[in-house]
């Protein structure tokens, strides 16, 4: 697989690189994170920061802004046409399909901005928030964590499919015993990460991945 990275691009074992994905600058990411179809992340001044397992979806756009960097946490999933851009961004996150974090926002763990939202430049975002609608706002306020971290390695499990080449994974033999074992254990109190690829077998995979 061929794929662009800046000279000073710095990944630990990616899950899933796409050959569309562009990274320049001053980037990196914690293990097991995954770049997906026309995704950009730009770092021409200060650095751009992701931590483990997150995803980067489909045409997202994470940038510097106003000299400042981006930092992202661990277990975060920027969707689809999200753009983060010179702000920070907490532990097990999901930024919503189209919305945008600006200059100097700071969004805390476990939140979730819904589709389409604007955090607004310098917004400060409690832990545990959901926010909505333009200017952004704080709808609700509760424990997001199931819902963040099971889209992760969700995401996760998909990449290291697309990194053998399959795009089947969601729909595979032991998928769904996979996902319903990792919300029941979630649901316990365990904050389930990544796990060995061999520990996928237990649920069907011949190859450990799905």
Known sequence: MSFVLGPEVQLDRPAYVDP???????????????FWPYSVIRAEGAAVRLG??????????????????TTIGDYCSIAHRAVVHGAEVGDDCL??????????????RRCVIGAMALVPPGMEVPEGSVVMGVPGKVVATRDNFLATRRNALIYHRNALSYAEGRHDA???????DWRD??????????????????????YGSERGRD
């Not at 969601?170 to 769904?176: K, Y």
């Not at 649901?187 to 077998?201: C, F, L, N, Q």
Request: net charge positive.
């Open 20 to 34: 569309t994905a562009r990274l320049f600058g001053r980037v990196s990411a914690g293990e097991g994170s995954s």
């Open 52 to 69: 483990r397992c997150c995803n980067v979806q489909d045409g997202a756009i994470i940038h510097v802004g106003g000299g400042r960097g």
């Open 95 to 108: 930024i919503g399909i189209g919305a945008v974090v600006m200059d100097g926002a700071k969004v805390g």
């Open 170 to 176: 969601w729909r595979a033999e032991g998928f769904a």
């Open 181 to 202: 074992d990792i919300v029941r254990r979630i649901k316990s109190g365990e904050e389930v990460g990544i796990e060995p690829v061999t520990s996928y077998r237990r």
